[in-house]
């Protein structure tokens, strides 16, 4: 029987291979994970196996913290499943979380473009690297795609003729095509361009590639970001490469979401008729999520409460006294 501690290389190795490659500490966790189960002679992971390990990792964790943990253990246990039918998969309901969803932040116009134009100068040997995150962080502003869809493109999936976007193999297993504009476009086929001539021969179909033709992963993707955030100031610099805390690489999904709230309550829209296109623009199971946007951004929920009082004055505003 293989030991666990191979599997979880095998498994994050087949991560990365699919564009969704994990973060530092997740990684961290599962390989710590596995020598424990290895250390206490299981050939298989089990859910005492697990509360074991949790009572006795070293260290003060939050709920929130063993939670996650959870998640990614369970996620292994899911794929190990199938090659070892021994496996058990923790419930998920074993350690609940308890909080909110982080609040948004929204980045200025200035901001994006500080993002795009650092980004575009991130060191490389061939000068793809930089190329890339330019490319992939305006293409995250300007769609409000996640970034694990903008990272799972294939090749055949930009289509820059039509301006269209084919998103496969999204959140929900709801595939859908995202339009974008002319100029948008053209940056794409910008970017395939220069791609092609510095990667004669890529080893994947992915649209967004790294230096050697691999298909890019988040946790690089990640990374890269908050090295451009510390450069130009949005995060705190860090020693040992670390990436530290503040504005995330999803935030710029956030940010193009609230802009278009925003400019429809401006343009005298009718957001609650609009939010079922910006729902399927995004790839939201139902409105229920995008509403989310108006109770997590101030600005939003204020221009929200003035239509509401507008539409119950039959227009006037009533200031108190």
Known sequence: MIPVTERVEQYLAQRETFGTGLSDSPVRDLRTFAAFVSSEGAEHVTTELFLR???QRPGAASRLTWSCRLSHVRAFARWLQSLEPRTEVPPPGLIPKSRRRPQP???????VADIVTRAARLPSRHGLRG???ETLFGLLAVTGLRVGEALALDDVDVDTDEALLHVRHAKNNRNRTVP????????LACYRSLRDRILRAPDTPAFFRGERGQRITKASAEHNFARVGQDIGLRERQSSGRRG???RLHDLRHTMAVRTLVDWYRSGLDPDREMYKLSAWLGHASPVETYWYLEAVPELLHLATERAERSITGGKRHDSL
């Open 180 to 187: 974008v504009t002319p100029c948008t476009a053209e940056r």
């Open 105 to 111: 932040y929204i980045y200025t116009d200035e901001e």
């Open 245 to 247: 805390t503040g504005p």
């Open 53 to 55: 390990w949790k009572v």
């Open 131 to 133: 190329r890339t995150c």
